[in-house]
T-cell receptor, first 114, second 115 residues
Framework: GESVGLHLPTLSVQEGDNSIINCAYSNSASDYFIWYKQESGKGPQFIIDIRSNMDKRQGQRVTVLLNKTVKHLSLQIAATQPGDSAVYFCAETDWGGATNKLIFGTGTLLAVQP | GAVVSQHPSWVICKSGTSVKIECRSLDFQATTMFWYRQFPKQSLMLMATSNEGSKATYEQGVEKDKFLINHASLTLSTLTVTSAHPEDSSFYIC???????????FGSGTRLTVV
């Protein structure tokens, strides 16, 4: 299998602060990237996506930045709330490729302190 | 729209028995579904890609005879864990490629415990 992480990095922030979660992806051919939020015991929940022809995309309280040169993604969450506490994964795929496999990054545990 | 229903949400089985997990696309046709496995505090590991009407494609290191995948219709894919052992205990998640804006939709996962 692919993308097995051994430990989840943790990001601890105060409620109301901005959070930045980083992700390095591996496949230069990947052209579609998605950030997911996963709460304990549940499946991943879509947050925001970005295609490789963009370098920034904004949603409600979230922004994704893509740097293809260094194969790096980041997720910015504005005014972080306790409900944002979860594990966040970036995922990559070659959308136009033969398999469209979605491969997940290691993940980051976001802990929001009230 | 684009809902994927996965069940059971949890199952406990005895060693040596087989367990079937179902994944249904409720409001769209899913030509391709993916099965993932997730251990505690780890990422989702892709096990196999399931294509309607054809054999599944397994990732390297995944035993195809142990994890049987069937995708007989455009709305249903099943994963059967055969001759389960305690080390197969894990969280199994399915996903369907929707082709819509959200790209991929995930089921809610199945917690398998083998005793």
């Amino acid at each position: 299998g692919e993308s097995v992480g051994l430990h989840l990095p943790t990001l601890s922030v105060q409620e109301g602060d901005n959070s930045i979660i980083n992700c390095a992806y591996s496949n230069s051919a990947s052209d579609y990237f998605i950030w997911y939020k996963q709460e304990s015991g549940k499946g991943p929940q879509f947050i925001i996506d970005i295609r490789s022809n963009m370098d920034k995309r904004q949603g409600q309280r979230v922004t994704v930045l893509l740097n293809k040169t260094v194969k790096h993604l980041s997720l910015q969450i504005a005014a972080t709330q306790p409900g944002d506490s979860a594990v966040y994964f970036c995922a990559e795929t070659d959308w136009g490729g033969a398999t469209n496999k979605l491969i997940f990054g290691t993940g980051t545990l976001l802990a929001v302190q009230p | 729209g684009a809902v994927v229903s996965q069940h059971p949400s949890w199952v406990i089985c005895k060693s040596g028995t087989s367990v079937k997990i179902e994944c249904r696309s409720l409001d769209f046709q899913a030509t391709t579904m993916f099965w993932y496995r997730q251990f505690p505090k780890q990422s989702l590991m892709l096990m196999a890609t399931s294509n309607e009407g054809s054999k599944a494609t397994y990732e390297q290191g995944v035993e195809k005879d142990k994890f049987l995948i069937n995708h007989a219709s455009l709305t249903l894919s099943t994963l059967t864990v055969t001759s389960a052992h305690p080390e197969d205990s894990s969280f199994y998640i399915c996903s369907a490629k929707t082709g819509f804006r959200y790209g991929y939709t995930f089921g809610s996962g199945t917690r398998l415990t083998v005793v």
